[in-house]
């Protein structure tokens, strides 16, 4: 999976080899050389950049993901829960999917409750929605990918 909102991201789940993008990558993170090792030895897979979520509150774990494939209909999703320096693997799984592909069309519904939801609500949602497109797009261009990827 390769999304970021509020937390910090990874990369993508193997380096981009239909558009190479720029020359070089920023040098990985101490954080990212240890959740590489740990996809070697949990899965045997060598994975360049994985997605990684690492919220900034105080949360007791990492949650790394990589994506192999697509082969035929279907893609093998690699999944670890790490402690927060990537040292301590907690959980892993491989997993097989069928490829989401083709578009997406999300509807949000927003309804009116006083307690809960203002005036401004609709204006909110529409800059949260920018805000996260405008990441998606930052993080495809800061790795080499021709177009975001969600």
């Known amino acids: 999976m390769w999304w ?5 991201c990874g990369g993508g789940p193997t380096t981009p080899t ?4 720029p020359t070089s990558l920023p040098p990985l993170t101490a954080l990212e050389v ?4 740990a996809y070697e030895q949990a899965f045997n897979e060598k994975i360049v950049r994985p997605a990684i979520f690492n919220p900034s509150c105080a949360a007791a774990r990492v949650t790394s ?4 494939g ?5 893609s093998t999703l690699l999944t670890l829960y790490s402690s927060r320096d990537g040292g301590s693997v907690t959980w892993r799984q491989r997993a097989t999917f069928l490829t989401p592909a083709g578009r997406f069309q999300v509807l ?3 309804v009116r409750y006083p307690q809960t939801v203002g005036d401004d609500a609709i ?10 497109n405008e ?7 800061a790795r080499g990918y021709g177009a975001p990827i969600v």
Request: glycine share 8%; charged share 15%.
């Open 34 to 37: 240890a959740l590489n090792q």
């Open 65 to 68: 993901t990589a994506y192999l």
């Open 123 to 132: 204006s909110l949602l529409e800059a949260a929605q920018r805000q996260i």
């Open 4 to 8: 970021c909102h509020r937390g910090r």
């Open 70 to 74: 697509p082969f035929g209909k279907s």
């Open 108 to 110: 949000a519904v927003v």
């Open 18 to 21: 239909a558009n190479p993008g």
């Open 135 to 141: 990441d998606h797009a930052s993080f495809a261009r």
